[in-house]
């Protein structure tokens, strides 16, 4: 499972040009799941996503979570993070997990997010719009494979 995780000023997604979600400031993050995700995938990296220190203190050093500040999530599911492009030229998803399959997983993490901060959702399978005011910039890449956190580099 892979996070893309922006940490921004604001954040939205429009369907068919009507704005269906939109976050203040917080996380906007984008979800790749693949074929052998699972439960414990998500909840490590809900985890980790919620006590990331990256928001600014009175310093201006990154030392506060998104709990901290009482900030948002913006959660959007985004199939391409699980494609495989090292041959040919065109992407690969046939590692992504089943459309149905990851579509619950989607709203399990949604809950899960909203037990403990405001999140809001894109609209799964739809072509979206996503804007933001990325701040920082501040942009990471997070992974789990069989419940433990991966480093990418």
Do not use: C, H
Not at 12 to 31: A, C, D, H, P, Q
Not at 89 to 98: D, G, L, Q, T
């Amino acid at each position: 499972m892979k996070v893309v995780l922006q940490r921004v000023k604001s954040a939205f997604v429009e369907v068919e040009n009507k704005t269906i979600s939109e976050i203040n400031r917080g996380y906007l993050t984008f979800w790749g799941i693949e074929e052998n995700d699972t439960t414990e995938d998500y909840e490590a990296l809900i985890k980790k996503i919620l006590n990331l220190r990256i928001f600014s203190d009175n310093d201006g050093k990154m030392n506060k979570s998104i709990l901290d500040v009482e900030g948002e999530i913006l959660v959007v599911s985004q199939f391409t993070l699980a494609a495989s492009y090292i041959k040919g030229n065109r992407p690969s998803f046939i590692k992504a997990k089943n459309p149905q399959e990851a579509d619950k997983m989607i709203r399990e993490i949604i809950n899960e997010f909203s037990k403990n901060i405001t999140t809001k959702q894109g609209s799964f399978g739809a072509s979206m719009q996503v804007g933001l005011v990325n701040d920082g910039p501040v942009t990471f890449i997070l992974s789990s494979i069989n419940g433990k956190l991966e480093e990418i580099n």
